[in-house]
């Protein structure tokens, strides 16, 4: 019996916490308002944190960050409406793996979330940051680097995608195969399609057939028509 009595009592300990923990997310929860053209935010209660005053907010807060437009300029802001990242940038993309891909000068780079450019804004394009590692472009081609900003994966294909189970999608004369962190090619380029690893697997596309293929480019299932 006092095993049982201890055993609800953990339970219901546990759901108070989760209950607790959820109902304080959802009072960190910022909504959007609009006064005279500005942005703004308020919280659940229907109080106003942020003051409208950006003339555009892109997307939601992702870790911790949204995005904020003055004047054709994109910078970013905290949950509590400080301004951390001034709008100096002609494009941003929301913070993955604790840093943003920024545009500047028609220059791609990444800042961390003081606003300090951790990636120098050198490259053509860029992706965001998955497993470490984000794609970028230089002269027409691809690679990846890493979160310091070291060249992983030498920008030497048309095509990249970003890693998924260690291993990140690249394309060359108009094939798909992966490379793996280290910057070496897993599969070779064979397949006229290629999707991300998930369990292990990938679905990729040879001769209009379709399969699934392991770790070491080996089919597992197909390749078989649609």
Not at 30 to 38: A, N, P, R, T
Not at 94 to 123: H, Q
Not at 178 to 186: E, F, H, I
């Amino acid at each position: 019996m006092k095993c049982l009595v201890f055993a609800c009592a953990c339970l219901a300990l546990v759901a108070a916490t989760t209950a607790s923990g959820g109902e304080k997310n959802r009072q960190g929860t910022l909504y959007e308002i609009k006064k005279d053209g500005k942005i703004g935010f308020i919280n659940r209660e229907g109080k106003v944190v942020v003051p409208p005053r950006f003339d555009d907010v892109r997307g939601k807060f992702v870790e911790g960050m949204a995005r904020i437009q003055v004047n054709d300029l994109w910078g970013f802001m905290n949950r509590s409406g400080s301004v951390t990242v001034a709008p100096t940038y002609e494009d941003t993309d929301d913070f993955s793996e604790g840093l943003a891909r920024v545009k500047g000068r028609n220059k791609w780079g990444f800042i961390n979330k003081t606003g300090k450019p951790v990636i120098p804004l050198r490259f053509d394009d860029a992706g965001n940051f998955r497993e470490g590692l984000a794609k970028v472009k230089l002269n027409d081609r691809w690679g990846f680097v890493d979160l310091s900003g070291k060249m992983v994966v030498p920008p030497v294909y048309r095509d990249a995608e970003d890693f998924s189970e260690g291993f990140g999608r690249v394309r060359t004369d108009g094939k798909w195969g992966y490379v793996d962190k280290s910057g070496a090619l897993a599969v070779k380029p064979a397949f006229d399609d290629a999707g991300p690893f998930a369990d292990g697997l990938a679905k990729v596309e040879k001769g209009g057939k379709k399969g699934y293929i392991d770790r070491t480019g080996k089919f597992v299932w197909g390749p078989e028509k649609d």
